[in-house]
């Protein structure tokens, strides 16, 4: 049984992998890297949930395989929860880390900090081609600092100190943060309705 | 009977004093540059209503004159409602409305017409010296157009349809501008509080 999982990043490719591996015997989790021609849709939704399931929907119908897609961003409390579906590109740049992130430093400079709470926040989706349609959301609360520190992780993870830890998610080691992270949590979650509904096709 | 109106904006002085001069027979609106060393605070507060508040607040503390503030900013749909107070800050640069409008459009760039909708909103505060507190808020509803047309007004006026119009708030004359505006909605409502207040006062 092959699960196609919507991305070209390897890390998430890796981590859904260890995790479904241990839970679906037998499966084969590829990635977009392994489908010629992908055609790339834009994420036009209006929340994390939506735009997984978009993802999620889009490469099933190409593929003719269960796919799995996930949609995360950062939510700022003072910013009424943008910078939301809009993460990756705040600053109008997309997937420019520095400029996003400069420029929400700048928005809250004049925050205190008893309101500069956050969360990152996870949707990921299942969708197969006969149609069932499955999404779920995970957070993971912190507060965003003034300054940068660290240099692991990408995004926002340099600003974001979750609850319970004195370091940054970019001062986090991979696997820490993985364990931790909203999209670790939420891929943990998503993992036993893929087995049900894996299960439930190959019965 | 005088009136201070925390302000250094002079269009923003003519047009209460209009509004107060029918309705308060005797009074006399003073603004900011009236007032020496008058001392610049921030503007802090999380709403509107509570940054109208803290500005008249200060000014009354200051002067021991009643009062009047307003705060205003566009709140856009697509974004949970902000920039909100931090309409005049969002490229984290103060006052650079270039800036700020680039920055608004890139960011909903991919935001599909049927859900640009926005509007000013406008908060207008009264506090006396003895402590007597007023707020209200009016709004001004619109959508958010992807290029700027016109060269009246300030801030997103550029970008700014109000509803049941075709064309943007700067391109409106200043006085078909106020008339309709969240300002001039708000200081109107003002008026007749300020009236109550002030008569109170005098007898």
């Known amino acids: 049984m092959r699960l ?6 390897g ?3 890796a981590e859904l992998r260890r995790l479904l591996e241990a839970a679906v015997p037998g499966v084969e989790v590829v990635g977009l890297g392994d489908v010629e021609d992908y055609p790339e849709a834009p994420e036009s939704g209006a929340t994390f949930a939506e735009n997984a ?5 889009e490469a099933a119908r190409y593929t003719g395989l269960p796919a799995v897609a ?3 961003g950062l939510t700022v ?3 009424n929860g943008m910078p939301g579906v809009l993460s990756a590109r705040w600053s109008g740049r997309h997937g420019d880390d520095d400029a ?3 420029l929400l430093l700048g928005q809250i400079a004049d925050v205190p900090d008893e309101r500069r709470g956050a969360a990152f926040v996870c949707a990921a989706a299942l969708v197969t081609p006969d149609g069932s349609e499955h999404v779920l959301e995970r957070e993971w609360r912190g507060r965003v600092i003034r300054e940068k520190r660290g240099t ?3 995004g926002y993870d340099p600003v ?5 830890l004195e370091v940054t998610s970019a001062e986090l080691a991979p696997e820490e943060k993985d364990a931790r992270s909203h999209r670790g949590q939420a891929f943990v979650a998503l993992v036993p309705v893929i087995a049900d509904v894996l299960g439930a096709r190959q019965s």
Request: charged share 25%; aromatic share 6%.
């Open 11 to 13: 890390g998430k490719l």
């Open 77 to 79: 409390d003072s910013l």
């Open 4 to 9: 196609l999982l919507a991305t070209r990043n």
């Open 70 to 72: 996930d949609d995360s």
């Open 152 to 154: 692991n992780g990408f």
């Open 53 to 57: 399931l978009l993802k999620a929907r």
């Open 160 to 164: 974001f100190v979750p609850e319970g």
């Open 100 to 102: 996003n992130t400069a």
